[in-house]
């Protein structure tokens, strides 16, 4: 367990000893243990950053007097859990992790979560030290609906980078990984030799697992997979089939053979092995590269920023962030969770260990966490320049499942060999009549 005096070590500049914070509080109407001797119920998705959380739970007990339970269960369990409880009015929790790049529209619409304006703006409820403009532009657009509610705090903001291998490029006479979509292609191709099991590029071809990229590759050409409005496919443009076209020479010239049944771990696998000179994917998966006991590339593997397409450089982001449901308990206790978990010494913790790209930016200027993290400075140097081109990975839609799941099929079956623009026509065509009725509900 991370005890307070960990997280004062690494947040000193911050968060100041408990008899420093009362002096502090003295003089201004905030005060952590307002809300002493009660409890909240906190239900969070299995990750790094839930596993963070139920780490330093006590630590939140400690400083507010607030008393937690705790349940951290699979996003496959805790996604329809979280619906179904919320559709009833009578969720079982105080504080809820959202995946706000699957259930941002779902949240809206149904006006599920409480607007934490009002908490942010009263003195004697937020934090003199909370700074509401520390948090990544990117975030604090998926968190806001589009009347203004913020309905959660951004906790992590995953960013989608090019992992290369150093030495691989190397050995080609390559001195810096790609820059552009054109130059990736090129690489790719150059650094394929299948007699030596040594492939150029590796990503995923799983159906739903798939879009996830192909999102990005459209992105590098100034678009996205649904209209602004959301009532519109966009999967079968001609920029989309430009789109599809790069991603088929990519995973059919430059990949693995089976590499249409690749999700994550298939790629970073590969990746680990030394079979595969790039891998375009979540930054999130950047720790198990460096771990000795199972990556042969600890010392050969680079970050870099995603390459620019040909009207656009963007990095594809997926937020998350915690929220208070609209009929809560406890709703006042729940907020000191809220602003304490994504607070700067909680995210400069969530990133020094390895649990998360934080959504605050102030994490990734401390020194001291560069200096003593296991992650060299180029992926820090990375995580900042692709947080400035950041750019919603999924679209902003209900039925995001069924989406992934129908134009999946179509990218699959392009990465196969399939025509780019029959399977994308195809796909679009199936999915449109769900997403028109998506939006009559």
């Known amino acids: 367990m991370i005890r307070r005096r960990h997280l004062l070590q690494t947040s000193a500049a911050v968060l100041a000893a408990p008899a420093i914070v009362e002096r502090a509080n003295a003089q201004s109407a905030f005060d952590w243990k307002q809300f002493k001797g009660q409890s909240i119920e906190v239900n969070y998705q299995l990750s790094p950053r839930g596993d963070l959380a139920k780490r330093v739970l006590k630590d939140f007990e400690e400083q507010t007097g607030i ?43 149904a006006k599920w979560m409480e607007d934490l304006r009002p908490y942010i703006a009263d003195k004697s409820m937020t934090n003199p030290d909370f700074d509401l403009a520390d948090f990544s532009k990117p975030a604090m657009g998926v968190a806001t609906g589009e009347d203004g509610r913020i309905n959660v705090l951004p906790s992590n903001q995953d960013l989608f980078i090019l992992f290369y291998n150093k030495e691989l490029l190397a050995e080609k006479g390559f001195k810096a990984p790609p820059k552009t979509f054109d130059e990736l292609l090129s690489m790719g191709k150059a650094l394929t030799d299948p007699a030596k099991g040594i492939y150029g590029f590796v990503g995923r071809g799983l159906k739903n697992a798939n879009m996830v990229l192909f999102d990005n590759i459209l992105l590098g050409f100034d678009q996205e997979t649904v209209s602004a409005d959301g009532k519109k496919l966009l999967t079968d443009t001609p920029a989309a089939i430009e789109a599809g076209k790069f991603y ?17 771990n298939e790629c970073q696998t590969t990746f680990m092995q030394g079979r595969a000179a790039m891998w375009w ?20 593997v680079g970050f870099a920023p995603v390459p620019a397409g040909p ?10 962030g915690v929220g208070i449901p609209a009929t809560a308990k406890n709703k006042k206790a729940a907020w000191y969770w809220l602003q304490w978990i994504t607070g700067k010494p909680m995210q400069y913790e969530q990133l020094r260990a390895g649990a998360g790209t934080p959504a605050r930016l102030s994490a990734y200027g401390r020194e001291d966490i560069v200096k003593n993290s296991a992650f060299p400075q180029e992926w820090f140097d990375t995580t900042g320049t692709s947080l400035k081109i950041a750019r919603s990975g999924l679209p902003v839609i209900v039925p995001v499942t069924e989406f992934r799941d129908t134009i999946g099929i179509g990218v699959t079956n392009i990465a196969g060999g399939a025509d780019p623009e029959a399977e994308l026509r195809k796909a679009t065509a199936a999915f449109q009549p769900v997403l028109d009725k998506s939006n009559e509900a």
């Open 67 to 109: 008393k937690v339970g705790f349940e951290q269960i699979p996003e496959q369990q805790q996604r329809p859990k979280v619906a179904m409880e919320m559709a009833t009015g009578h969720p079982s929790f105080d504080v809820v992790n959202v995946a706000m790049h699957v259930q941002k529209r779902l949240v809206e619409r």
């Open 248 to 264: 088929q020479q990519l995973m059919r010239e430059c990949g693995p053979p089976g590499n249409i049944g690749f999700n994550w």
């Open 281 to 300: 994917d979540g930054i999130g998966f950047s720790a198990p590269l460096l771990d000795k006991a199972k990556s042969k590339v600890v010392d050969k």
């Open 311 to 320: 009207k656009a450089h963007h990095a594809a982001t997926f937020i998350e």
